[in-house]
């Protein structure tokens, strides 16, 4: 019997959290205000009073430490699940995550796992300020050795974090913070697909509009205007960074004959560019278009006055399809 509830994404992380405390007993989370405040945007809250502080521990200011503390756990057997306070403040860790953590199965031959996940809040549109609304996540998917993905709705986000949580390789988590209010249905007994998989959330045949975290449901509602003007857009929700599903985008793309790739993070050097490589590789044949990334301006994230400018909207969605279909 299926039981589906209503919640938002920060409850539904919160409820897959507490599910993965309860069936991992040497699973614990850590990080900075996660225990008694229950985190700064309340994700964790309630886990304390639950599991004890030995399990939600709070920590020192000092995501360096995290990190390194979390590696020596998961090598003695522990499932650490690390907060990072706000994207931003991931580089004094960056160190420990790149050359340490996302190396360790490979520098020891396969003779040692790390399975640590790194929980990340990311993305604007809160109206905070730089190092509070980044999208780092192309630094650490050029790492080999990391899983990254990203949950755009609440469904995605109680499951993945449990799969996260189960994985034997080190997962990164970005969280749409924007999102984090987002309400949909949860069905806490039929898990989602592999968490590193693509999904097509709306089909079409004219376009694709390929997107992850917190622009799916821009991406959506660009797909539902543009279906005003007679045009039919497929979604692909990517949900993993790190790897990514390329058959899924690539089939997609064979189908409609053009791609717009979306995210928030700046268009130079993002995601956008190695999705758009790929497809041009595998089915250039295909393509009636060129390959649009609409993204962030490659520029220090702007003040929150002018965010609404640098992050895509519909309209800068809807002015790429256009320039898709002039071709």
């Known amino acids: 019997m299926s039981t589906t509830m209503t919640m938002t994404m920060a409850k539904a992380i919160n409820a897959g959290l507490r599910a993965a405390l309860e069936s991992h007993p040497n699973s614990l989370l850590m990080g900075e205000d996660i225990g008694s405040l229950g985190g700064v945007y309340r994700v964790t809250e309630g886990l304390k009073a639950d599991f004890g502080a030995d399990r939600v521990m709070d920590t020192p200011l000092a995501e360096s430490g995290i990190i390194g ?40 031959d396969g003779a040692l796992s790390a399975p640590v996940v790194i929980r990340i809040p990311y993305g604007g549109g809160i109206g905070s300020i730089e190092h509070h609304s980044e999208s780092p996540e192309a630094l650490f998917a050029h790492t080999a050795g990391l899983r990254i993905i990203t949950p755009s709705n609440p469904q995605d986000a109680y499951w993945m974090i449990q799969q996260a949580v189960a994985c034997k390789d080190p997962v990164i988590v970005f969280e749409p913070k924007r999102r984090y209010w987002l309400k949909g249905d949860v069905d806490t007994t039929a898990p989602t697909s592999d968490p590193f998989s693509a999904h097509v959330v709306r089909e079409g045949t004219d376009a694709t509009i390929v997107a992850y975290g917190p622009l799916v449901p821009v991406a959506l509602a660009a797909a539902a205007a543009a279906e005003e003007d007679g045009r039919s857009v497929e979604v692909v929700d990517l949900r993993s960074i790190s790897p990514i599903d390329f058959d899924t985008v690539t089939d997609s793309v064979r189908k409609t004959g053009r791609l717009i790739v979306t995210h928030e993070a700046p268009t130079f050097g993002g995601i956008g560019g190695e999705i758009a490589a790929r497809v041009a590789e595998r089915a250039f044949l295909s393509l009636e278009a060129p390959v649009l990334r609409v993204g962030g301006f490659h520029m220090p994230y702007p003040v929150a006055k002018v965010e609404e400018h640098y992050l895509p909207d519909i309209d800068r969605l809807l002015e790429a399809l256009d320039r898709s279909f002039a071709y």
């Not at 090598?75 to 991931?90: H, K, M, N, S």
């Open 69 to 108: 503390t979390a590696i020596g756990l998961a090598l003695r057997g522990y499932l650490p699940v690390c907060e990072i306070q706000f994207d931003g403040f991931v580089f004094p860790g960056f160190n420990q995550i790149t050359t340490q953590l996302a190396k360790m199965h490979s520098r020891s």
